[in-house]
């Protein structure tokens, strides 16, 4: 099971947070931050370091036959998509899978809330990263109105039913939300914008989220206050510095999950076939990509 890190007045969660989403402690952070830049060189060396203690997790899961959880949730730009990429790019996808749903269809509209989840959850062996989960019915549906106020109640009443049917039968949830400020997040929108190749990141629901930012706010607030349960609390990521960001949460989820190095011996490469007999046939009769660099 998920070791406990946390006690209960040591859990990184804020109900009755600032519009711009910071803590005493985040702010700690934040001077932290500009007392000492994290440069790109130690960056790198911490999270290639954290990668490898990721795929020593992996074994211990795909061993143990563990099923693992993991859901990122937080404002649009707030690094959900960073830190996910940075924990999938060095593992396996057959024991690593990255579920990001979209839009329900209309037969999904008519099913139990959580249904089209429930066939994403992991098989023994498996770790799932949810980039946004079932907790888009308190957030982008509460405010933009893609629910009924019965359908949002209900939400809030079978949530913590749900996380806790899930944890009896065996899998590990971990929850993050990652916390951003209005101003980093203004920044960061407006790099969206000036970069081509970043361009689609933003979408007019980001648009429309950005100008109902205090909505959103009291959103989040009452979601904490119905889903930061003993069972599976939520961990709060300062997001402001994407860096810090990545490297503060990939440590964390370690911590998480007792684990031991499973990682297998090195493999001696045995000798190639002799390629007597073979003739290849003429390369004129295979169609290549033109090398243009």
């Known amino acids: 099971m998920a070791k406990k890190a946390h006690s209960k007045d040591a859990k990184l969660t804020v109900l009755d947070a600032a519009p711009a989403e910071t803590t005493p402690a985040t702010h700690a952070a934040e001077g932290n931050s500009a007392a000492h830049k994290l440069t790109t060189k130690v960056y790198e060396a911490e999270l290639a370091k954290l990668q490898i203690e990721l795929v020593k997790l992996q074994e211990w899961i795909k061993a143990k036959g563990l099923k693992v959880v993991v859901i990122f949730e937080g404002r649009d730009a707030a690094g959900k998509g960073g830190v996910i990429k940075r924990i999938a790019e060095s593992l396996n996808p057959r024991v690593c899978r990255i579920v990001a749903l979209g839009t329900p269809t209309e037969r999904e509209k008519t099913q139990w809330y959580f249904q089209r989840y429930v066939p994403n959850l992991p098989a023994a062996g498996e770790m799932v990263l949810f980039d946004r989960s079932w907790y888009n019915r308190a957030g982008v549906e509460r405010v933009m109105g893609f629910c009924t106020e019965d359908e949002y109640q209900e939400f809030m009443r079978s949530c913590p039913e749900f996380e806790r049917m899930l944890i009896r039968s065996g899998i590990i949830l971990i929850k993050y939300w990652f916390s951003v400020s209005d101003e980093e997040q203004e920044r960061r929108f407006h790099s969206r914008i000036d970069d081509p190749v970043k361009r689609w990141k933003l979408s007019p629901m980001d648009l429309e989220s950005r100008k109902r930012w205090i909505e959103y706010s009291k959103a989040k607030d009452v979601m904490f206050a119905h889903t930061d349960i003993k069972q599976a609390p939520w961990y709060v990521v300062n997001a402001d510095s994407k860096k810090r960001a990545r490297l503060n949460c990939i440590k964390h ?38 090398e243009e660099y």
């Open 253 to 290: 989820l370690l911590s998480m999950i007792p684990y031991q190095d499973l990682t297998p011996q090195p493999i001696e490469l045995p000798p190639r076939q002799d390629a007597a007999g073979y003739v290849r046939p003429p390369m004129t009769d295979q169609t290549f990509v033109p």
